[in-house]
């Protein structure tokens, strides 16, 4: 069985709800379920470079008709034309932060940063090493199905290098 966070719980549990009725207040607490991955709709809404790294904004929108709670990070892949996974996966920047409860229709977001230097990192410097991706896949934190986001950039082909971290959902770095 998997242990959680104090902060955590409450978030997912709890989405104090006041109720006001004859004068008397009830507090009634509403379960909020983790957010499904089919719900989360990932978008990139803005993106600056500076110093051979791109910073990219990428926003996930709740599709879904309820509430939800989505915490930690997400997973992004950089895919070729056929959709084939080129290096590794992203890693982390920072740290995890508070879940954050989306409505209907509410956003967070997350920045993506990519080293553009896909042609001069160490074991992707040599032609066919390295090849364009036309996008990404984006998986939200805790697995589940994975969205695709157009985006152009080189990338290392060895399943083990990757040129990519993310912040965690609700944090975005300056500037990006």
């Not at 309820?66 to 997400?74: K, L, N, R, T």
């Not at 697995?143 to 060895?158: E, H, K, M, N, Y």
């Amino acid at each position: 069985m998997r242990r959680m966070t104090g902060a955590f719980l409450m978030g997912a549990l709890t989405a104090g709800a006041l109720a006001v009725d004859g004068g008397a207040a009830t507090a009634a607490a509403r379960t909020v379920s983790r957010c499904a991955s089919a719900a989360l709709v990932p978008a990139v809404v803005r993106e600056d470079g500076a110093a051979g790294t791109i910073y990219r904004t990428i926003e996930y929108r709740n599709s879904g008709h309820q509430a939800c709670v989505i915490s930690g990070f997400p997973t992004v892949e950089l895919v070729d034309r056929r959709g084939r996974v080129l290096g590794g996966p992203s890693g982390h920047s920072g740290a995890v932060g508070a879940p954050v409860t989306l409505r209907p229709g509410g956003v967070t977001e997350f920045t993506l940063i990519a080293s553009n230097m896909a042609g001069s990192i160490e074991g992707c410097t040599d032609p066919g090493t390295y090849r364009p991706a036309v996008g990404a896949r984006v998986t939200p934190p805790g697995g589940g199905r994975s969205r695709f986001i157009p985006l152009t950039q080189d990338a290392c082909v060895a399943p083990g290098l990757s040129t990519l971290s993310v912040t965690a959902v609700g944090h975005v770095l300056p500037g990006s």
